[in-house]
């Protein structure tokens, strides 16, 4: 592969995807009357049985991404898409995503005459794990985002759950004192709650809000205690109990988590110290001697 040919690709490259995803690149105002209409559109989606979840919507076609279909693939948008819901962003950065999956191997392509001028294999070695790590960096970034996001609410939630406690136990409805908790937490979770109680005031049905809440999360506390809740109603189980309950649960699992990490903490330290606090330690502690053999010697 020469180098010209490599620059026209990468020209092409970086030229597609801006004529492509110019027009997604016009991203609308997030104002709170198109976020309403998107939400309303988005409960018009009847449930295919009888547990009254939602539907699980495939993938769309996406006719705003253009010929970049063809290198997006079916499984890779509904990836990011998936990502981009657990890191609390809205499926119009869907474009960018793939505007950056295009645009950073073909800035990469655009060195490669510099590669070849230096006529060496470990640079060409280099170049080509450069296109990789570059091909994947969006992917890799939203990922992390979503796991951080989705690790905050998880260390929030016996918080959240013991301020509803003394919410109900206040006196306030289980809807009121989500509205409130979500209303006084800044969290992710908060305004996961908030979400949930604006479906639920929209006309959405309690169950499927609850669902709903945790169908977009992937914290495995948070859609046991929407479980709980469901079956709570179900049966006529007071809330409070209910709640005051899954708090104390998740303080103890939180408790044990605390202790799981500080245990790991000597074995991930063991390999720095192998490998860069003992060597130094051994030099400081034998060099004296070895002078000191020498010099009898």
Not at 227 to 250: D, H, N
Not at 279 to 284: G, M, R, S
Request: hydrophobic share 50%.
């Amino acid at each position: 592969m020469g180098p010209n040919f490599s620059l026209v690709v990468g020209v092409l490259l970086v030229a597609l995807a801006v004529v492509c995803l110019a027009p997604a690149l016009e991203i609308e105002g997030s104002s709170a009357k198109k976020v309403m209409k998107k939400r309303i559109q988005a409960m018009q989606v009847k449930p295919v049985d009888g547990s009254g979840a939602p539907r699980k919507q495939l993938a769309a076609k996406h006719p705003e991404l253009g010929p970049l279909r063809m290198i997006a693939t079916r499984s890779a948008v509904t990836r990011i898409e998936r990502h981009l819901a657990l890191a609390g962003l809205g499926a119009d950065r869907l474009p960018l995503v793939v505007l950056f999956k295009v645009l950073t191997p073909a800035l990469v392509l655009l060195l490669t005459p510099v590669v070849t001028s230096a006529d060496k294999p470990m640079f060409w070695l280099i170049f080509f794990v450069a296109l990789g790590i570059s091909y994947f960096a969006p992917d890799i970034i939203v990922h992390g985002r979503a796991e951080e996001r989705q690790k905050r609410m998880m260390y929030d939630l016996p918080d959240v759950l013991d301020q509803m406690t003394i919410s109900i136990e206040a006196g306030m409805g289980f809807e009121s004192a989500m509205a409130r908790v979500g209303a006084n937490n800044s969290g992710p979770l908060g305004e996961e709650i908030v979400r949930t109680v604006q479906d639920m005031t929209l006309g959405m049905a309690r169950r499927d809000a609850y669902l709903a809440l945790a169908s977009r999360n992937n914290v495995e506390d948070l859609r046991r205690f929407t479980k709980s809740i469901i079956q709570a109603e179900e049966f006529g189980v007071p809330i409070s109990q209910v709640v005051r309950v899954q708090a104390e649960e998740m303080r103890d699992k939180r408790r044990q988590r605390a202790r799981e990490t500080a245990q790991k903490v000597p074995v991930k330290l063991l390999f720095p110290m192998l490998t860069c606090v003992m060597p130094v330690l051994f030099i400081v502690i034998l060099t004296p001697a070895f002078l000191a053999m020498g010099k009898s010697l």
